[in-house]
């Protein structure tokens, strides 16, 4: 059919195809439209094409929708396409749509049916715990390979301090010290009095008092000065000696203040209790040079351990 508004095919329900483009037909076409309009609200669309646009001659094509009603909308309406109820039940349980069901028992049984989806889902997605890994057996507390040295070593008045050093004839090498010596200076006192450190490994000086000082280290036997730098209340200052011996600890700022250093890459090193006594554990067996400083003194001997326990005494 054609109408009086120009070369177009009118479908019959008011509107004219003209060129790809829908059109309203005169009152009539106008009031389809607004009947349309309200069907695509409520109702939506269908994907099928018109029997009508197939009679006249035309093809439907990819993306072009037809009312629900039969009719065409308007051109530029995009509509989604209309979900037909019989596919809905289809892809639902048939339960949920038995007459004589009512609203809330469909919605009662949609819920139970949910939470065993879920359930199920849960129980197919966890996983296996892998078993407990066997805790191996503590292992038992061996015996120390080290015996013990007990000696005695001549007495020095004046409470001097007496230090005895063990060092290996061979060359031996020791594990690290665990812990850094540390001298600290409090109530303008430098402590302790003798501090042992190891050779080629870090010490450190602190300033726990309430006043400025400096810490002044001078090698005693060639004189050399190895640092001399100022702390702050509450700073530190590590160090490394690289030659052993004795060293002597000074402050500027206080003459009064004063300490002795003793360096050595041997662990073995001690000092001798009022008696003379002294003594050495886990030493592994071996021979040792034994070096004993007692005032101006300077004693050796030779030692040789062999079992658990080594007597010895350096006169």
Same mark, same amino acid.
């Given at each position: 059919?054609?109408?009086? *508004?120009?070369?177009?095919?009118?479908?019959?329900?008011?509107?004219?195809?003209?060129?790809?483009?829908?059109?309203?037909?005169?009152?009539?076409?106008?009031?389809?439209?607004?009947?349309?309009?309200?069907?695509?609200?409520?109702?939506?669309?269908?994907?099928?094409?018109?029997?009508?646009?197939?009679?006249?001659?035309?093809?439907?094509?990819?993306? =072009?929708? /037809?009312?629900?009603?039969?009719?065409?909308?308007?051109?530029?309406?995009?509509?989604?396409?209309?979900?037909?109820?019989?596919?809905?039940?289809?892809?639902?349980?048939?339960?949920?749509?038995?007459?004589?069901?009512?609203?809330?028992?469909?919605?009662?049984?949609?819920?139970?049916?949910?939470?065993?989806?879920?359930?199920?889902?849960?129980?197919?997605?966890?996983?296996?715990?892998?078993?407990?890994?066997?805790?191996?057996?503590?292992?038992?507390?061996?015996?120390?390979?080290?015996?013990?040295?007990?000696?005695?070593?001549? /007495?020095?008045?004046?409470?001097?301090?007496? !230090?005895?050093?063990?060092?290996?004839?061979?060359?031996? =090498?020791?594990?690290?010290?665990? =812990?850094?010596?540390?001298?600290?200076?409090?109530?303008?006192?430098? +402590?302790?009095?003798?501090?042992?450190?190891?050779? +080629? *490994?870090?010490?450190?000086?602190?300033?726990?008092?309430?006043?400025?000082?400096?810490?002044?280290?001078?090698?005693?036997?060639?004189? =050399?000065?190895?640092?001399?730098?100022? #702390?702050?209340? +509450?700073?530190?200052?590590?160090?490394?000696?690289?030659?052993?011996?004795?060293?002597?600890?000074?402050?500027?700022?206080?003459?009064?203040?004063?300490?002795? #250093?003793?360096?050595?890459?041997?662990?073995? !090193?001690?000092?001798?209790?009022?008696?003379?006594?002294?003594?050495?554990?886990?030493?592994?067996?071996?021979?040792?040079?034994?070096?004993?400083?007692?005032?101006?003194? /300077?004693?050796?001997?030779?030692?040789?351990?062999?079992?658990?326990?080594?007597?010895?005494? !350096?006169?």
């Amino acid at each position: 059919m054609r109408n009086n *508004q120009g070369n177009g095919v009118d479908g019959g329900n008011g509107f004219t195809q003209r060129n790809g483009a829908t059109e309203p037909n005169g009152a009539f076409g106008r009031r389809n439209a607004k009947r349309n309009a309200e069907r695509v609200r409520r109702v939506g669309l269908r994907s099928r094409p018109s029997r009508r646009w197939k009679a006249a001659g035309h093809e439907s094509r990819p993306g =072009e929708w /037809r009312l629900a009603s039969g009719g065409f909308p308007p051109h530029g309406w995009r509509c989604a396409p209309r979900v037909e109820p019989e596919a809905l039940r289809s892809s639902v349980s048939p339960c949920l749509f038995l007459p004589g069901v009512s609203a809330n028992a469909r919605a009662l049984l949609l819920g139970v049916l949910c939470v065993l989806c879920g359930y199920l889902f849960a129980g197919c997605s966890k996983e296996t715990p892998p078993p407990p890994a066997a805790v191996a057996p503590a292992p038992a507390a061996s015996a120390s390979a080290g015996g013990r040295i007990v000696g005695t070593v001549p /007495r020095v008045a004046n409470a001097i301090l007496v !230090v005895v050093v063990l060092e290996p004839k061979t060359p031996h =090498e020791y594990p690290l010290q665990i =812990e850094k010596p540390v001298m600290d200076q409090v109530s303008a006192t430098f +402590g302790p009095a003798m501090l042992f450190v190891r050779t +080629g *490994q870090p010490s450190e000086f602190r300033n726990s008092d309430d006043t400025l000082h400096n810490v002044h280290v001078t090698h005693e036997e060639t004189r =050399e000065p190895q640092f001399n730098v100022a #702390i702050p209340t +509450g700073e530190t200052y590590e160090y490394t000696f690289k030659r052993d011996g004795f060293y002597h600890v000074g402050c500027d700022i206080h003459p009064s203040m004063s300490a002795e #250093i003793f360096a050595s890459a041997s662990p073995y !090193v001690t000092t001798a209790d009022g008696e003379g006594g002294f003594t050495f554990d886990d030493v592994p067996p071996g021979a040792y040079a034994m070096t004993v400083y007692a005032g101006a003194r /300077r004693l050796q001997r030779d030692v040789e351990v062999k079992g658990a326990l080594t007597q010895v005494a !350096v006169e």
